[in-house]
């Protein structure tokens, strides 16, 4: 098959779109026939290197896969050949307290799809039986794709970790981003008043249009500064953090007295502080997530296939040209989510 691979650490010049080994399904799995995959600020990362990560080469990225049921393994259930998926990206034993509790997420052997095992940048993808979901009606292999982590994240976040309720008001950092995008369309489903913050004018009327009330431009606009006037001071009961130390100081200063923050991510780095006194006088809970069990997706999908949300494509390159999507990632031009088409 073709694929796009790595086999060793870098800039987007160490992405190779060449020929790999075909996969097999073990009988647990089925064989996709890939259509499309999103990118994710993971892959960025995982392309890169993580201090202590050993990523075994040579590599295949690609968390968010669609496409096709191209076989099944023996022990796969009824799942048919030539069904249309898109699949769950993270993997977990499926046997420990946490799994069988439904917290799958919380596996201490997770892992996701094109992370510490071969992903979707491929024409051919293995993955177990039960990550496998049908795609909802009158959605592309495109727009599949761009549902699966963000969305999932975004979910995780707000309902499981927040606990957002309707008609309080929250702040999501770099609205124009995929986990971004998705956080704002749930919130609103939520009943929530949104503030969203993006990094250049031509991006407001887009977050506008997903759903949020206010919009902070924070590269003219001071982000503390205006959720203070936009909330008559009191500040925000939820924030969703995803953006690392360069908000960090802001984001916690925005919120209410009882108010949560959410983070799911560093991408600007990881070293955050926070003074402790601020911390417990004013009553704050300070929250990590990371994705969410399958389960959770089950509600998402639901809500797109009522078209109440709906995933944000920003721009669709062909599988071989992977390397041109990662610049575009890098360099903060998406509004929504970039897609491979294989």
Known sequence: ?????????????????????????????????????????????IRRGIP????????????????????????????????????????????CAAC???????????TLLGYLVNGGYAEFVCAPARNAVAIPAGLSFEEA?????????????????????????????GGGSGVGSAAIQIAKVLGAHVIATVGAEEKVEKVRA???DEVIVHTKQQIQAEVKRLTNRRGVDVVIEHVGTATWDQSVACLAVNGRLVTCGATTGYDAKIDLRFLFSRHLSILGSYMGSKAELFPVLELVARKQIHPVVDKVFPLAEAAEAHRRLEHREQFGKIVLKV
Not at 21 to 27: E, S, V
Not at 100 to 110: F, I
Not at 145 to 171: C, N, S, Y
Request: net charge neutral; aromatic share 4%.
């Open 1 to 45: 098959m073709k694929a796009v691979v790595f086999t060793q650490h870098g800039g987007p010049e160490v992405l190779k779109y060449t020929d790999a080994p075909d996969p097999k399904p073990r009988a647990d799995e089925v064989l996709v026939r890939v259509r499309a995959c999103a990118l994710n600020h993971l892959d960025l990362w």
């Open 52 to 95: 202590g990560i050993q990523i075994p080469m040579p590599h295949i990225n690609g968390s968010d896969i669609s496409g096709e049921i191209a076989a099944v393994g023996e022990m796969a259930g009824d799942i048919r050949v030539g069904e249309k998926v898109l699949l769950q990206p993270g993997i977990s034993c499926g046997r």
């Open 100 to 110: 069988l509790a439904g917290n799958d997420n919380l596996c201490r052997k997770y």
């Open 145 to 173: 794709a761009a549902i699966p982590l963000v969305f999932l994240t975004a979910w995780h976040m707000l309902v499981t970790r927040a606990k957002l309720q309707p008609g309080e008001d929250v702040l999501i950092l």
């Open 210 to 212: 997903l759903g949020a």
